[in-house]
């Protein structure tokens, strides 16, 4: 079984203070650093790039940087953001022309590989490459932005993809993204998530350590 995995988004984090918010959730019992990468075209939205994933290593964050690339195409940012220090880059199959190639140029580049599955995008474009990924990232709102509500639909979703990991690719991460809360937490672990974005969750509370041990707390009561 994989180990549990809290990763904050920084969507959610005080921009004008990244590198201290960082630091202050990886402080705060942390293990990875979700980038959420937004280009206005693939999402209604625009956010950071390969120069403040740098800028974070350059700050000393040694942690994974689990890059979510929402941009289209995707395949020319890869190596600036592998260059850069993300550790895992996932992108979105819509965004993408090919997908396995997709992947493979993320590995030569010398990182993990994740496909991200919007809400209505069908399990079935795992079927023939899920063994050559990292990290499956079921989405539980529609791309965008932080701050939207859990879509409860994804819990059979999840309980889907973790049948096919368990089956095919155990080695394979299953993270959940969107709308995580200290409340629902246990649900979603309970239905085959190892891996947990939090957003707003975790930066609009007054004290990051408190409710990332209720993140853990809560996972652990299931797996
Ligand atoms: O990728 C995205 C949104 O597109 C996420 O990573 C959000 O940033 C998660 O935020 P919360 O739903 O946890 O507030
Ligand atoms: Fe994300």
């Keep these: 079984m994989q180990s549990t995995v809290i990763a904050p988004s920084i969507l959610s984090a005080d921009f004008a203070r990244l590198g201290d918010e960082v630091d202050a959730v990886l402080d705060a019992g942390a293990d990875w650093v979700h980038f959420d990468v937004m280009d206005n075209h693939y999402v209604p939205n625009l956010t950071i790039g390969p120069m403040v994933c740098e800028a974070l290593r350059r700050h000393g964050v040694t942690a994974p940087i689990d890059v979510h690339l929402m941009v289209e195409p995707v395949d020319r940012i890869v190596p600036d953001f592998a260059r850069a220090g993300a550790s895992l880059i996932s992108f979105h199959p819509e965004a993408s022309r090919h997908v396995h190639r997709t992947i493979q140029l993320i590995r030569d580049s010398g990182c993990q590989a994740g496909l991200v ?11 023939y490459v899920l063994e050559d990924l990292d990290m499956v990232l079921l989405m539980s709102v529609n791309p965008g932005f932080g701050g939207q509500s859990f879509i409860p639909s994804t819990l059979d979703k999840l309980r889907r993809v973790r ?31 190892d891996t947990f974005v939090a957003g707003s969750a975790i930066f609009n509370a007054d004290d990051y350590a408190e409710v990332i041990g209720r993140m853990k707390a809560a996972v652990a009561t299931v797996r």
């Design 117 to 127: 599955l919007n809400p209505a995008t069908p399990v079935e474009v795992l079927d």
């Design 163 to 193: 049948a096919m990991i368990d089956a095919r690719a155990p080695q394979v991460r299953l993270e959940i993204d969107g709308g995580v809360k200290a409340d629902n937490i246990a649900g979603i672990a309970a239905a085959g998530a």
